[in-house]
């Protein structure tokens, strides 16, 4: 079964630190995996993806690896700042299970908290 | 428009009632997708329409739910005889081509109705 798996569940760290959060994924085939930012009351955007041959991404303060080998994904967030405060989406494509043209599994998410 | 809206953006109702929530693509989007999203868990697939038809209706959890987009635009998920396990966020997403299979079609998601069933 398709699957993807986000830890740690939930975060809270300090304004101006770094995190990181995993995303690992059992999906197959795999077609390209992205990371997307949902702010309280609003939908998913996209922050970065990333293919099979592709091992990192940057969208400025985030980056994003990939290894394709082990099925696990990060997302480093570096000098974190408040409006960063969201829940962080892993989405993999490529499946069958998640229905629809593009076939995506949706990880549960990671809710991080950025703390002054 | 400059996004993908939907309305209403709350919806109160009772057990046993009709609901119809509304979703505006990006004007020329093909595809547009139907989520729902409950608390602390990521969207759950519902339905794909390319153009007017629904290509994909498999994730709808039972016939209660229906959804129509007669015109290839504005899209209308229905709920009949709601349920209070159908309370959750419904979210709506459109991306400008046919899903191909890669996922490289990014899909942009409105804002969500949030449906609480009482």
């Known amino acids: 079964k398709n699957q993807v798996e986000q830890s740690p569940q939930s975060l809270i760290i300090l304004e101006g630190k770094n995190c990181t959060l995993q995303c690992n994924y059992t999906v197959s085939p795999f077609s390209n995996l992205r990371w997307y930012k949902q702010d309280t009351g609003r939908g998913p955007v996209s922050l970065t993806i990333?293919?099979?041959?592709?091992n990192t991404k940057s969208n400025g303060r985030y980056t994003a690896t990939l290894d394709a080998d082990t099925k696990q994904s990060s997302l480093h967030i570096t000098a974190s700042q408040l409006s960063d405060s969201a829940s962080y989406i892993c989405v993999v494509s490529g499946g069958r299970s998640g229905g629809g043209a593009d076939g995506l599994t949706f990880g549960k998410g990671t809710h991080l908290i950025i703390q002054p | 428009g400059a996004g993908v809206s939907q309305t209403p953006s709350n919806k109160v109702t009772e057990k046993g009632k009709y609901v119809e929530l509304r979703c505006d693509p990006i004007s020329g989007h093909t595809a547009l997708y139907w989520y729902r999203q409950s608390l602390g868990q990521g969207p759950e697939f519902l339905i794909y329409f390319q153009g007017t038809g629904a290509a994909d209706d498999s994730g709808l959890p039972n016939d209660r739910f229906f959804a129509v987009r007669p015109e290839g635009s504005v899209s209308t998920l229905k709920i009949q005889r709601t349920e209070r396990g159908d309370s959750a966020v419904y979210l709506c997403?459109?991306?400008?081509?046919?899903?191909?299979?890669?996922?490289?079609?990014?899909?942009?998601f409105g804002p969500g109705t949030r449906l609480t069933v009482l």
């Open positions: 997403a459109s991306s400008s081509r046919v899903g191909t299979g890669t996922g490289r079609n990014e899909q942009f």
């Open positions: 990333m293919t099979f041959s592709e």
